[in-house]
């Protein structure tokens, strides 16, 4: 599926283009700050160059499909998003913003340039999930029509802990329907 992804694609404001190593210190940065950390399962804490280094070669094996969101009007790092395939032509989203540029609007226009993606590249259904506390992704997910499905404990790196966890899903239709577009 993802060979037909785009590398690069803009929004209105945003540019999301292919994670890169001069993206090492920005990435690091912000995982720095627990309070993003914590939300997200695949982030060890503290996070180091090398931790940005192994993922930045995951990244490049083509599995996963990881952008770094900057402005258009600038290089900065401002987080990633990244798409995931999964069996019977469904993907998982995951996401995060370093915490000075979050409540601006960024990630919904990320998400909403991501998920009209997916959907023209053929997936049925879009994955994502929330831990508990994580309120502001949850607001975001259900914003989009995703709706809450499976709740367990998920093993977060940065605490070393089960965390509960909300799995959501967002199916074609319902996201044509609200953002017809895309």
Not at 18 to 35: K, N
Not at 85 to 107: N, S, T, Y
Request: charged share 20%.
């Amino acid at each position: 599926m993802f060979d037909r992804l785009p590398h690069t694609h803009r929004t209105s404001r945003l540019v999301l283009r292919p994670l890169a190593s001069r993206d090492g210190a920005s990435v690091v940065e912000h995982m720095s700050d627990f309070e993003t950390a914590r939300m997200l399962a695949r982030v060890p804490s503290p996070y180091t160059l090398e931790d940005f280094d192994q993922f930045l070669a995951y990244t490049q094996t083509g599995e996963e499909q990881v952008w770094a969101i900057t402005h258009a009007t600038g290089c900065a790092l401002l987080g990633c998003i990244g798409l995931l395939p999964m069996k019977g032509g469904a993907v998982r989203v995951g996401f995060w913003l370093g915490a000075p540029h979050r409540r601006q609007g960024i990630m919904k226009e990320t998400l909403t340039a991501v998920l009209e993606i997916a959907f023209k590249q053929g997936a049925e259904k879009v994955y994502a999930g929330y831990f508990d506390d994580n309120h502001p992704s949850r607001d975001l997910q259900l914003s989009f029509g995703f709706v809450p499905g499976a709740r367990a404990l998920e093993f977060c790196m940065a605490t070393g802990k089960k965390r509960p966890h909300t799995d959501t899903f967002l199916c074609a239709g319902k996201f044509e329907s609200c953002y017809p577009d895309g």
